[in-house]
């Protein structure tokens, strides 16, 4: 997975809440054998029946992880942002389990990867690493409970204006395909395209070929909080 470079030692462990204050022998085990991998755009981080041999931990740019059906509809489960790791490799990497779906770079990625044999032998003799791998695991586990709560009983509407200005980030638009929005929101195209022309029928977005423009975000979010 891409290649490796200078880790910086002591400048990416600091961007790691949790890593900061482990003890010195530790941090200078993580900063001796973990290495900087890069990875560009659209590059597939990890993917189904893959076994991860390392656990990373993001220092810059977004990881997108979903999982496809077998009947071929994919959800976006959730993002791995700067300053982050991913769940579903924690939960590969102690369970000694492969992937069941699939990491995309979206962006260009710098990471830090903890071979397996320096994470397991930190997780055992280690508390403090412990501690810092489990309270990350139970932050992200608690969000993809609200994946499936969303998916399973989350009204399409409230769901998609909320994604809108997620996606948006503070922006008066972006440039997103009606398919791209179902697959975050794991429901069909057709469902995504007949909600987006009523908000269009409200005035609070304008449509256009690949692009939605945000013309009444309190509007979106009034509806995406309404819940």
Not at 11 to 18: A, D, M
Not at 61 to 66: D, I, K, L, M, N
Request: hydrophobic letters at 45%; glycine letters at 10%; proline letters at 3%.
């Amino acid at each position: 997975m891409g290649h490796a470079a200078d880790t910086g030692g002591e400048s990416w462990i600091e961007r790691f809440e949790g890593l900061a204050g482990l003890p010195e022998p530790i941090r200078d085990t993580l900063i001796a054998r973990s290495k900087l991998v890069t990875l560009p755009a659209g590059a597939r981080v990890f993917g189904p029946g893959n076994v991860p041999e390392s656990l990373l931990l993001l220092v810059e740019g977004t990881v997108r992880v979903s999982q496809t059906s077998e009947s071929g509809r994919e959800i976006v489960l959730y993002r791995v942002e700067a300053g982050e790791s991913c769940v579903l490799t924690t939960a590969c990497l102690l369970a000694h389990e492969a992937y069941l779906a699939e990491g995309i770079a979206e962006t260009d990625l710098r990471a830090v990867a903890i071979p397996r044999t320096v994470f397991d032998e930190l997780i055992s003799r280690s508390t403090e690493f412990r501690d810092f791998v489990l309270a990350a695991y139970a932050r992200r586990i608690t969000d993809l409970f609200r994946v499936v709560d969303d998916v399973a009983f989350g009204k399409i509407d409230m769901r998609l204006a909320g994604r809108l200005l997620e996606l948006a980030g503070g922006a008066d638009g972006l440039q997103v395909t009606h398919q791209q929005l179902a697959t975050e929101l794991g429901t069909a195209r057709e469902v995504v395209s007949r909600q987006l022309s009523e908000f269009q029928r409200r005035g609070w977005i304008a449509l256009s070929r690949g692009r939605v423009a945000i013309t009444d975000a309190a509007a979106l979010r009034r509806l995406a909080e309404s819940g």
